[in-house]
């Protein structure tokens, strides 16, 4: 069963950044597709990126020029750097690979 290892959240202001990072452990081959979701209050979990193997990320439009998803190698670590924040994006934010989600880390963008 993967477990992840989610970090990176916090509070920011709008315009700011920060940098999400996820670690699928207990799994033994490489993730071939990993990503983010969030969730915002009242609102349904939605993609944020997806990285695949082999194929260009996936973002939301949402997020399109502002977020950027990576993955070093084969190894089981996805990180999503988030530039130009805005209050819009404040939800909790999920890693997801193999049909699963991470606890989450919540992200906050107020002034």
């Known amino acids: 069963q993967v477990e992840f290892v989610e970090s990176g959240g916090g509070l920011v202001q709008p315009g700011g950044s920060l940098r999400l990072s996820c670690a699928a452990r207990g799994v033994a081959f490489s993730i071939y597709r990993m990503g983010w979701y969030r969730q915002a209050p009242g609102k349904q979990r939605e993609l944020v990126a997806l990285?695949?193997?082999?194929?260009?990320?996936k973002y939301a439009e949402s997020v399109e020029g502002r977020f950027t998803i990576s993955r070093v190698n084969d190894d089981n670590t996805v990180h999503l750097q988030m530039d130009n924040l805005q209050p819009e994006d404040t939800a909790l934010y999920s890693c997801y690979a193999l049909n699963s989600w991470g606890q989450g880390t919540q992200v906050t963008v107020s002034s």
């Open positions: 990285w695949t193997t082999g194929a260009n990320p």
